[in-house]
């Protein structure tokens, strides 16, 4: 039976889920840590491998106690989900009723309006700035008495574009809707906001361990917010959510800053290299700082979409736009991986020329 493609289109969207359906040689598409995961966590996954008979702690009672100290939030302000994107999803399946309202810029990371359309919400989406940056004036002119919740995520997704603390904090102060900071990859450029949930009851800030920390494959992400907040949505979830080694493991990579010090610098490198190759090609690049960035492909190609087929002639692929509100065909996604992964990448493109 062949698949109704339009099942995977998202009505008030506009877009297309992104899901990778093949495997490539050369592939820039994801972000992950191309220097993987810190060395320590394959000797506790081999010491606790034999524990694995054990239901995992289903308080992540060690783990909070890690993240309480390295943040100074309280213990039971933290809980824990499937990677961010889990995360995001149970706190939109939880708050967000029908006829509720989701705001957002249209460059975001589209999971959680497909979340809010299918919790039944309706999504608001906000302008970007000619350069690509959040304009959070016009977010703020989106927000009325049935906004219930505001999502960005910092640095931004897909354009890895950061913004400021002072101007998220002031969207926090202007509204009462719970405002959801995903800080995916805030390992690799921004400021974090998690500390200020102290401060205001209205603020989630969400962050995984699948980026800067190199375990995507083990699906661990925790989110902090207000005590209250957070004690319903450990009500409303499953019990274990994430398995005992991903928790032994996540203990091991928070304690492993060496690591996440030397993946940003690669990462920067690795950016810095592919966006100087690219624009000596001739190519537009909106510019950067953290693991993955936007590269207008037109009008060297006819379309995203054209430059991403002809590269997977070759073995290789990026993110097309089109799958991102606002996009259009003119630009793809390309997240910085092995320099020698790299290098390949630049030769197939100039191959395409």
């Known amino acids: 039976m062949k698949l109704n493609k339009n099942l995977l289109k998202f009505e008030g969207t506009g877009t297309k889920v992104y899901i990778p359906t093949e495997k490539y040689s050369v592939d820039l598409s994801l972000t992950e840590n191309p220097l993987k995961f810190s060395s320590k966590i394959l000797e506790i996954i081999d010491k606790e491998k034999v524990n694995i008979n054990h239901y995992p702690d289903p308080y992540h009672t060690d783990l909070r106690k890690v993240l309480s100290q390295k943040f100074g939030i309280h213990e039971k302000n933290f809980i824990f989900g499937t990677g961010a994107d889990g995360l995001i999803e149970n706190i939109i399946r939880i708050l967000i009723n029908p006829g509720k309202k989701v705001v957002m810029p249209k460059l975001s990371f589209l999971n959680a309006s497909f979340a809010a359309i299918i919790a039944g919400g309706e999504v608001v989406f906000s302008e970007i700035k000619s350069d690509f940056h959040i304009d959070f004036a016009d977010l703020k002119s989106k927000i009325d008495d049935q906004t219930k919740m505001v999502f960005l995520c910092n640095p931004n997704n897909p354009t890895g574009l950061v913004e400021s603390k002072d101007d998220i904090l002031d969207l926090v102060r202007f509204t009462n809707a719970l405002v959801?900071?995903?800080?995916?990859?805030?390992?690799?450029?921004?400021?974090?906001?998690?500390?200020?949930?102290?401060?205001?009851?209205?603020?989630?800030?969400?962050?995984?361990?699948?980026?800067?920390?190199?375990?995507?494959?083990?699906?661990?992400?925790?989110?902090?917010?207000?005590?209250?907040?957070?004690?319903?949505?450990?009500?409303?979830?499953?019990?274990?959510?994430?398995?005992?080694?991903?928790?032994?493991?996540?203990?091991?990579?928070?304690?492993?800053?060496?690591?996440?010090?030397?993946?940003?610098?690669?990462?920067?490198?690795?950016?810095?290299?592919?966006?100087?190759?690219?624009?000596?090609?001739?190519?537009?690049?909106?510019?950067?700082?953290?693991?993955?960035?936007?590269?207008?492909?037109?009008?060297?190609?006819?379309?995203?979409?054209?430059?991403?087929?002809?590269?997977?002639?070759?073995?290789?692929?990026?993110?097309?736009?089109?799958?991102?509100?606002?996009?259009?065909?003119?630009?793809?996604?390309?997240?910085?991986?092995?320099?020698?992964?790299?290098?390949?990448?630049?030769?197939?493109?100039?191959s395409l020329l």
């Open 180 to 350: 959801v900071i995903d800080e995916a990859n805030i390992e690799f450029a921004g400021e974090s906001v998690i500390s200020y949930v102290n401060q205001f009851e209205n603020l989630l800030v969400i962050r995984t361990l699948s980026k800067g920390y190199g375990l995507a494959g083990m699906r661990i992400g925790y989110c902090a917010g207000n005590e209250e907040l957070m004690y319903y949505m450990w009500r409303l979830r499953p019990p274990f959510v994430n398995t005992y080694l991903a928790q032994k493991a996540a203990l091991v990579a928070l304690s492993d800053e060496e690591h996440i010090k030397k993946s940003r610098n690669y990462v920067k490198n690795e950016r810095e290299y592919l966006v100087k190759e690219l624009l000596k090609i001739g190519f537009q690049v909106i510019s950067s700082e953290a693991n993955c960035f936007l590269v207008k492909v037109t009008p060297l190609f006819k379309s995203s979409t054209e430059f991403n087929e002809l590269l997977h002639q070759h073995d290789c692929t990026v993110v097309d736009g089109k799958h991102f509100e606002g996009l259009g065909i003119d630009y793809v996604r390309i997240a910085p991986q092995l320099h020698e992964t790299n290098e390949k990448f630049i030769e197939v493109v100039v």
